[in-house]
């Protein structure tokens, strides 16, 4: 009762017009921002720092988490329609979501999106406002070890699951852990295979891995396939229908709603990589589970046809995993994003230090934040839903005007990014590179993960190991990281063993149709 109390007073401060105002800015602001490639929403409140010195700490908050919530929204729209995520948390939701908009069905694959977001925005920032101790407990529960395990666990989920090939799925684990490595050591200082160049000092840009390999990959890809008469040809790029979702659509996208809280949830207390793991566990799961319905003859797998639940759970996750590091942010001064560090620093900005005594000592502020959240998450239904046949229209655009532009994109979210040459270099190779491992069938989604997590695996592995003066036992004597290593190895046994069945199944059809050919001719 005492938390409903006090929820109530945060409701009746952010519900003043001034900080409505504030809240309705922030998530105009961050949609916009999110649709552009490279420009996330940690950029966003990184621009807006400034410009909040003179807004009382209140208003500025709710702008700032405003900010956040949008730029999840905006970013799903152009990883739906152009094959270009906005920003790495919307990665996953690619994958599907574009197949779904070249079948015609981008309305309702952004209608999927901005219902999940919602739902996971809605749910975490419950679970943060009600459960913020169990959060914090969860959070000093995890030390070196236990990142590392979850690192590996994200490693083997998306390159022996996600991937179709074990084998291709490891080459692009390689790929993504190589680039990972370039830059400076962070424990020896010493440079790695940076060929001497200084702007490689700070290692591979994930914006520049991102844009270079999906979007400019997919573009190369496209123009490639042009005059070959193969998805080149417009019909696919014409949508039907309204956002709102069919009695079937929801059959299919409420458990992957249900599921993506699940994984994104307890991910956002803990530093692991923000929403990577989550999203493409929440991918991976999904795809599994759709392969299992079409072995029993449930319902044929849709998994890189354009599956609903391929964007329903992922964006749930990314958008639970975003509510939870909130909390994490605010009991436990921990920011486990890059938006969340950069609110950190705004929160010092205002002489004021997140942490378990932020809620008595400006409990006002934090429940006022608490309660933005639940507002800005209605606001951005609101915009987002009935404008999904909008963004869908984008579609129409004749194709060469269409990839024109998203190359236009890539090249200026690059250069805004980091306002250099070799960036924009590194953009084409990387380019050239997702084009060919598009043409070879080798998946990209391992890269990206291991991009991202590789240089988080390699600090803890270190730290754990240095823990236990160079004892490897120390990587395994936690109950948390037993219990990590054990599922997955149990993952990989069951991947392992469905695929062989599946060969040998495979064998047996093509022995059959041999032997019925044989007969026929005989």
Request: no cysteine; proline share 5%.
């Amino acid at each position: 009762m005492e938390t409903l109390g006090l929820l109530g007073g945060g409701f009746a401060a952010a519900l003043t017009p001034e900080n409505l105002l504030w809240a309705l800015v922030g998530v105009v602001l961050g949609t916009a921002v999110g649709v552009l490639p490279g420009l996330g929403s940690a950029m966003a409140v990184a621009l807006l720092l400034p410009v909040t010195f003179k807004l009382d700490p209140t208003g500025a908050f709710i702008m700032f988490t405003a900010v956040y919530y949008g730029g999840l929204f905006g970013d799903s729209t152009t990883s739906i329609l152009m094959n270009t995520p906005g920003n790495s948390s919307a990665i996953a939701t690619a994958i599907e979501g574009h197949k779904m908009a070249l079948k015609g069905r981008a309305s309702q694959a952004l209608a999927t999106s901005a219902i999940g977001a919602f739902i996971g925005a809605v749910v975490s920032t419950a679970v943060v406002a009600f459960f913020s101790n169990v959060i914090i407990d969860i959070a000093l529960r995890f030390g070196p070890a236990e990142y590392f395990a979850l690192a590996v666990f994200a490693f083997l989920a998306t390159s022996a699951v996600v991937a179709q090939s074990m084998v291709r799925g490891l080459i692009a684990l390689s790929i993504g852990l190589s680039l990972a490595m370039v830059g400076i050591d962070s424990q020896s200082g010493a440079a790695r295979f940076t060929l001497g160049i200084p702007s490689l000092f700070e290692g591979v840009s994930i914006i520049t891995v991102t844009v270079g390999l999906l979007a400019l990959g997919e573009v190369l890809h496209v123009a490639s396939r042009v005059h070959r008469g193969g998805s080149g040809t417009t019909e696919l790029l014409r949508t039907t229908g309204t956002p709102w979702l069919s009695g079937r659509d929801l059959k299919r996208a409420v458990p992957a709603w249900i599921r993506g809280l699940g994984f994104g949830l307890p991910f956002g207390a803990v530093p692991a990589g923000g929403s990577e793991i989550p999203t493409f566990l929440a991918y991976g799961t999904e795809r599994k589970l759709s392969q299992l319905r079409a072995r029993r003859g449930k319902r044929p797998d849709e998994f890189g046809e354009g599956a609903i639940e391929g964007v329903a759970a992922p964006e749930t996750a990314a958008s639970a995993t975003a509510g939870t590091a909130m909390g994490a942010l605010l009991g436990l001064g921990l920011p486990t994003s890059a938006t969340a560090a950069i609110m950190l620093a705004a929160f010092q900005q205002y002489g004021m230090q997140p942490g378990p005594l932020l809620f008595e000592r400006n409990a006002d502020l934090v429940w006022a934040l608490l309660a933005s959240l639940f507002i800005g998450s209605v606001m951005l239904l609101i915009l987002n839903l009935p404008f999904a046949p909008l963004w869908a229209k984008l579609l129409l655009i004749p194709r060469r005007y269409l990839y024109a532009g998203i190359t236009g994109f890539a090249v200026l979210g690059v250069y805004a990014s980091s306002y250099s040459v070799i960036e924009l270099w590194l953009l084409i190779l990387l380019g050239l590179l997702g084009f060919m491992m598009r043409r070879y069938s080798i998946p990209v989604a391992p890269v990206l993960i291991a991009v991202i997590l590789g240089p988080l695996a390699e600090t803890e592995l270190r730290r754990a190991l240095a823990i236990g003066q160079g004892d490897v036992g120390a990587l395994f004597s936690g109950p948390i990281t037993i219990g990590i290593y054990t599922v997955i190895l149990a993952a990989v046994a069951l991947v392992a063993v469905a695929r062989m069945r599946s060969a040998r199944r495979s064998r047996a059809q093509a022995e059959a149709e041999a032997a019925e050919k044989t007969e026929v001719a005989g």
